[in-house]
């Protein structure tokens, strides 16, 4: 095979780093060598101004991050222009060059952290610069797509480019934690139907990770096995929340869902983050990831809103053996009219109430019957 | 004034407690005498089958609560038909009965904790009976009301209501935690425009109010002040984000806020709860909570949505000399025509991104004129 670019050592991808004429960086992934003429490009804008920064709350013990920017007023591009779209015209660019490659990722316009942020206002609380990075990865150049239409290489892919950015973006000093998740659907507020995800690197383990640590790691150094490994033991022998195991990988709704279509993906073997998988557990994860994805979108025959959030151990130094990798969908349908609202217990408490049984929306899931290709 | 009834011994509004046909307990409230002829009426229905339980989130350190209720399927009111409006015909009996009377409060029907929940099935990780109640609170016979529209007096009697069923319901050895609570709007996922709140109360305090708690705890034993005091005077002296203060209640968007138009309201006496409020204070909250309400709806010159939560202390038997009484509100709008979806950040790292300044949005909120009628 003709390489043009050097491939990643032990890896079977390629991969171009690249700048955006406004300083961005981007990064290019690909089964097949990139060619060398791609160059990066950016939609036109306005210099961006806002000033992420982080203040304490106080009462909840959380930071809380700012960012106001400028709405874009000079590039009006036509209706139906769509961002993440391959680049076809000089006049609008996208944020994507015309090329072949797989996957795209570059630092998010309006970012809500910005790894260069020096400066945060003086407030009565603690406050910090909103040091961190928030990335935006396109799935597919093909805008029609799905994450669970896409071919399994396209997914093995992904969970390579997601591995590869924990790895790239967790190296840094600045950042603590790094959350691949994505928003799919209106119904989370996505006005992009173009297939993406986010990433969010952190300059501190946020409270949801940071908990799971925390449990993980009492777990562990109590029973010296961990607790999501036992949690997969119970799943597997309960059986009736298990909606796909191929004896590597599981995919269940747990006993304690918050959500009723919760789903949790797991790697039997308790790795601390995705690039520690083996090439045959990421393929098998792609196959438990589709089929879920799939499951999803043929339980009512249409396009199943969700957020997807994939959890990693801290990026803080530390081995983390306790932590186990997995991926937990949180989807806001509580029936195929209904959506879940989060108030009263939920925001205000803290409590989630969930009116279906675990038991009975694993069943509605296995039932769903999915091929994959 | 001719009393039918015993009015509450040092307050000046009158209490019935009554049963509704079908077991649930429910009270009438009011500033006048209440007839002995009322009787406490329900809607036809099935029996409510539901078996609350919680699961404990071993991940999250979190009780989740289930309850599957089956829907009623013989109850087929009119299409206009409104629960929460007074009884007019014995064939479609509403949760409310006919008569003079100011605020009502009976037991949910479907509810998500029961107090004489007595199993709950044997899981993998720790399980309980959904003990604890949920309690709806109606705000006024008239469904075209708005709770900031309603009289001072009324909002008045609304406040006393809150603390005397905080009371009543903290009593037992049950209850440990009251969150008094209002959603408001379809936006918020409320069905029912009848203006109503609810009233969970649990039989553990709630992750959210614990934080509160115990941030409080952390910050009076080192200070010998309290943490909410300490803010009120901060805000104050900064000014800009406050929106109401008539010396004894403050109205202000906190420099910490999550949501843009994020607003807290507190006393500035350090009170655990509701009820230890002298007459004269609730009064004063009584207009600090109207201004807000009458600010929100008129600034874009509509109904507003939100989740309004009122914070007490813990009534599990301790004195809480750290715990400042507040409201905070929660509204979903983060501009006039968007939503503030919580997704990749909020949901699944727990890290809310605001895109506005505290200090703007509580400049737009001044500058609303309002008139207390």
């Given at each position: 095979m003709e390489t043009l670019e050097t491939p990643q050592s032990t890896e079977d991808f390629y991969k171009r780093d690249l700048v955006k004429p406004d300083g961005r960086p981007m990064s290019l992934y690909s089964r097949r060598p990139i060619a060398e003429a791609i160059e990066a490009t950016n939609p036109k804008?306005?210099?961006?101004t806002g000033m992420p920064h982080f203040r304490w709350h106080p009462l909840r013990g959380e930071w809380v991050a700012f960012a106001s920017h400028r709405q874009n007023r000079t590039f009006l591009p036509p209706k139906e222009y769509n961002p993440l779209a391959p680049s076809r015209s000089n006049e609008f660019p996208t944020e994507l060059p015309l090329g072949d490659y797989d996957i795209a990722v570059f630092e998010n316009l309006?970012?809500?952290?910005?790894?260069?942020a020096e400066v945060a206002p003086s407030e009565y609380v603690p406050t910090r610069p909103g040091n961190g990075t928030t990335e935006v990865v396109v799935f597919t150049q093909d805008p029609e797509q799905t994450l669970g239409r896409l071919p399994l290489s396209q997914i093995e892919l992904l969970l390579k480019v997601w591995a590869d950015r924990t790895r790239a973006l967790g190296?840094?000093?600045?950042?603590q934690y790094v959350l691949p998740f994505e928003n799919r659907g209106v119904e989370v507020g996505v006005t992009l139907h173009h297939p993406h995800g986010q990433i969010y690197a952190y300059p501190f383990v946020p409270p949801v990770p940071a908990k799971m640590q925390e449990a993980q790691a009492r777990y562990f150094a109590e029973h010296e096995r961990g607790l999501l490994e036992d949690i997969l033991s119970q799943e597997r022998s309960a059986s009736s929340r298990v909606i796909y195991d191929d004896g590597s990988v599981v995919a269940f709704v747990p006993a304690f869902a918050r959500y009723p279509y919760e789903v949790w993906i797991a790697p039997e073997r308790r790795v601390p983050s995705l690039s520690i998988l083996s090439n045959e557990e990421t393929v098998c994860l792609a196959r438990a990831l589709k089929t879920v994805l799939l499951k999803y979108d043929g339980l009512w025959q249409r396009p199943f809103p969700y957020l997807m959030a994939l959890y990693q151990a801290p990026t803080d130094g530390g081995a983390h053996p306790e932590f186990h990798f997995h991926i937990e969908f949180y989807p806001?349908?509580?029936?195929?009219?209904k959506l879940k609202y989060l108030a009263g217990t939920e925001i205000g408490g803290g409590i989630f109430v969930n009116d279906a049984l675990p038991e009975e929306k694993a069943a509605e899931l296995k039932a769903v019957e999915v091929e994959l290709s």
């Open positions: 804008h306005d210099p961006v309006f970012t809500s952290m910005n790894p260069r190296a840094t000093d600045q950042v806001p349908y509580r029936t195929r009219e």
